[in-house]
């Protein structure tokens, strides 16, 4: 039977552009994805999955000179169902194996285990993995449907929410069988993020990949009882991403603009608790943020992932909010520093943001207090 592996990636990620390119021990994210598939015997033909838009060609250059299948969908980019469906339309798969491109520690034994009892089973719809005293395994990115139930998901995802979270119709579907199936008890000895969504996420993850190949050669694969085994014992590894909430099917996300200006001494202070900020809001709120940084440019280090521009000193702040709003198509603005500006534009433009949805502010020293509560709180009400 032809088993379809499907790796979905795009590079629009409102927390975190272009994740899938970055680079996790020497090679971009979406490589390792690769060569961790590739270890999958029961894997017929593997397929990058993206769009034709300009902004993902990257993903497809990178597929064809790595010799790597792809597949840029040219419909609804929101809609990753029919961008899947059209691939599987195409390969005429029985069974189709779905992978995240935000997950690059897909233990390939546990795939194939589930795709051997997938292919054997005579009435399971789809296979998973079960809990194990009510702890679930730390795996994630994996979905693998057999082909009847995945023409069922393809013409019953309905809403924007189904369309967009793969297999999330399968919930309505009115006799579904799943064969659960528990794997070995390692992966189940703590529960951690092994996703990369936000800045947080990409510390945690090239830090893992960092000490593995300090020790080991290029050719092997992160071994993810390891991870689990230095979970276990480093509380600080832990912490990286410890905090990093989970977007669920209901949660609403937004876009962020946040302006600074960021000269002088204590635009350092300020363009420290912007960046604070920022990944506050992207970490709990699932938050895309632009920053508008006025000042002279500094490095940013890894917080230089956040999407942001600089403003050279004295540049027209309302100017460039404004088109920074419109281009961002940003809902919420908060600015800091500049409402007791001496230039007569910025002054009379701050004064009017409120109004215009914004929140304004000289001192955003409490981040995770009343201004980050403020901005969830409408993020959550929209």
Not at 208 to 237: C, F, G, I, K, N
Not at 279 to 299: E, K, M, T, W
């Amino acid at each position: 039977m032809k088993t379809l592996g499907i790796v979905g990636a795009r590079l629009n990620s409102s927390r975190l552009p272009r994740k899938q390119l970055l680079d996790l021990g020497g090679k971009p994210a979406i490589a390792r994805i690769f060569e961790r598939l590739e270890r999958i015997p029961e894997l017929t033909r593997i397929v990058l999955a993206t769009t034709a838009d300009d902004y993902n060609r990257p993903l497809v250059e990178w597929a064809e000179a790595a010799g790597k299948a792809v597949f840029a969908y040219e419909g609804d980019v929101n809609d990753l169902t029919a961008r899947v469906d059209a691939l599987v339309r195409r390969e005429q798969p029985g069974i189709v194996a779905y992978f995240c491109g935000d997950s690059p520690l897909i233990e390939p034994e546990t795939v194939s285990q589930l795709l051997r009892l997938l292919s054997a089973s005579t009435d399971a719809h789809t296979v998973g993995l079960g809990a194990r005293e009510g702890r679930p395994p730390i795996h994630e990115g994996i979905q693998l449907y057999g082909r009847p139930i995945w023409d069922w998901i393809a013409a019953n995802s309905r809403s924007p929410a189904e369309k967009e979270h793969l297999g999330s119709a399968m919930r309505r579907y009115p006799h579904l069988r799943r064969t659960l199936w528990q794997d070995d008890p390692i992966y189940y000895a703590c529960r951690h993020r092994i996703s990369v969504d936000t800045v947080s996420d990409y510390e945690f993850m090239r830090e893992v990949h960092a000490r593995w190949y300090r020790d080991h050669p290029p050719e092997t694969l992160v071994s993810l009882r390891w991870v689990v085994e230095q979970l276990t014992m480093d509380p600080a590894l832990r912490a990286l991403n410890a905090h990093v909430r989970q977007k669920g099917l209901t949660d609403h996300s937004g876009r962020f603009l946040l302006a600074a200006d960021v000269t002088g001494e204590e635009g350092k202070r300020r363009l420290f608790r912007t960046v604070a900020l920022a990944r506050s809001l992207q970490d709990f709120y699932f938050a895309g943020v632009h920053l508008l940084l006025r000042g002279n440019p500094v490095a940013l280090g890894i917080h230089g992932l956040i999407p942001h521009r600089w403003l050279a000193p004295g540049a027209d702040f309302a100017a460039a909010i404004t088109a920074e709003r419109a281009a961002f198509a940003a809902r919420w603005v908060a600015v800091d520093g500049v409402a007791d500006s001496q230039a007569p534009n910025d002054a009379t433009f701050i004064h009017r943001l409120p109004a215009a949805g914004a929140l304004v502010g000289t001192n955003l020293d409490h981040i995770h207090g009343r201004l980050a509560e403020s901005l969830a709180r409408q993020l959550t009400e929209s």
